[in-house]
């Protein structure tokens, strides 16, 4: 799902802490979900997948978490470091064509 | 890797001009797209294209048009720029059902 505003969640966490960032969808039918990572100036960057049929995906200090009951995402990082400050945003694939993408979580890690 | 370029990185024109924004992909996907990205809006699909001089519209096409003449380049158009199109352009492409890839980002503003 998207949150629409002017302004996006920011989510601060201490060097070396684990980061969750979540993200809520609304489509049930949904094939699977993609966490990307957006620096400042930059293009968005895949992170990290999930299939709908899945409810647990790990990657290189990320894992991703669906619970497909209440329709909700999350990623969570582990011993986040400066290099993961950056918005982050979900996107819910339908169709294995069709992106929707939320707004973003902006992440900022204090050193 | 995969590699999505994109013309400009930064691009200030005037009410009234004509705008082109090319993507150029290498990695000879079928599918591409564009965005815009506004502050806690998300990313928004302008056009799309599934293949060499097929276009379809997406979720915001007014104002834009799309050209796809080879299957690694596409361009977006605003025939006659106006202020509330200034934004980040994002494009991304896609090899069938897989992750879109995205490029760098065009930011554009117009006076």
């Known amino acids: 799902g998207e949150s629409v505003g002017l302004h996006l969640p920011t989510l601060s966490v201490q060097e070396g802490d684990n980061s969750i960032i979540n993200c809520a969808y609304s489509?049930?039918?949904?094939?699977?979900f993609i966490w990307y990572k957006q620096e400042s100036g930059k293009g968005p960057q895949f992170i990290i997948d999930i299939r709908s049929n899945m409810d647990k995906r790990q990657g290189q200090r990320v894992t991703v978490l669906l619970n497909k009951t209440v329709k909700h995402l999350s990623l969570q990082i582990a011993a986040t470091q400066p290099g993961d400050s950056a918005v982050y945003f979900c996107?819910?694939?339908?169709?294995?064509?069709?992106?929707?993408f939320g707004s973003g979580t902006k992440l900022n890690v204090k050193p | 890797d995969v590699k999505v370029t994109q013309s400009s990185r930064y691009l200030v024109k005037r009410t009234g001009e004509k705008v082109f924004l090319e993507c150029v992909q290498d990695m000879d996907h079928e599918n591409m797209f564009w965005y815009r990205q506004d502050p806690g809006l998300g990313l928004r699909l302008i056009y799309f294209s599934y293949d060499v001089k097929m276009k379809e519209k997406g979720d915001i096409p007014e104002g834009y048009s799309v050209s796809r003449e080879k299957k690694e380049r596409f361009s977006l158009i605003l025939e006659s720029a106006s202020t509330n199109q200034t934004s980040m352009y994002l494009c991304a492409s896609q090899r069938g059902t897989d992750t879109q890839y995205f490029g760098p980002g065009t930011r554009l503003t117009v006076l």
């Open positions: 996107a819910d694939i339908y169709n294995f064509n069709k992106f929707y």
């Open positions: 489509n049930s039918a949904s094939d699977y």
